[in-house]
């Protein structure tokens, strides 16, 4: 059984920092990917970054670059995303979710392009 699990999200004030991990279980970690995503209220689910084994690293919205990093420990099994300088509007449920079958992350068309998903955790930050 596929299962991922966010952790690290909290309450944190502007100009902080957090880490989230996902740790994923029930599948091999030598052909897939994992897409970090994030939900505020009201609003759709947006997609933040992907990272695959077909082609590394790509990143989803442009306003996040040099702020948040995505990185995997594959013994491990986790899928980091390191948000620093943290602004009020990054407030949101943040996920994770795998995509298998060599998938590409530059290729991304929407979330429902993930086959499974974590529960999400959420990440509050205060002005």
């Known amino acids: 059984e596929v299962q991922l699990v966010e952790s690290g999200g909290g309450l944190v004030q502007a100009g902080g920092s957090l880490r989230l991990s996902c740790a994923a279980s029930?599948?091999?970690?030598?052909?897939?990917?994992i897409g970090w995503f994030r939900q505020a209220p009201g609003k759709e689910r947006e997609g933040v970054s992907c990272i695959s084994s077909s082609d590394g690293i790509t990143y989803y919205i442009d306003s996040l670059k040099g702020r948040f990093t995505t990185s995997s420990d594959n013994a491990k099994k986790t899928v980091y995303l390191q948000m620093n300088m943290l602004k009020p509007e990054d407030t949101a449920i943040y996920y994770c979710?795998?995509?298998?079958?060599?998938?590409?992350?530059?290729?991304?068309?929407?979330?429902?392009?993930?086959?499974?998903w974590g529960q999400g955790t959420q990440v509050t930050v205060s002005s």
């Open positions: 029930g599948f091999t970690f030598d052909d897939y990917a």
């Open positions: 979710a795998v995509a298998f079958g060599h998938y590409h992350c530059a290729g991304y068309g929407g979330p429902s392009e993930y086959d499974d």
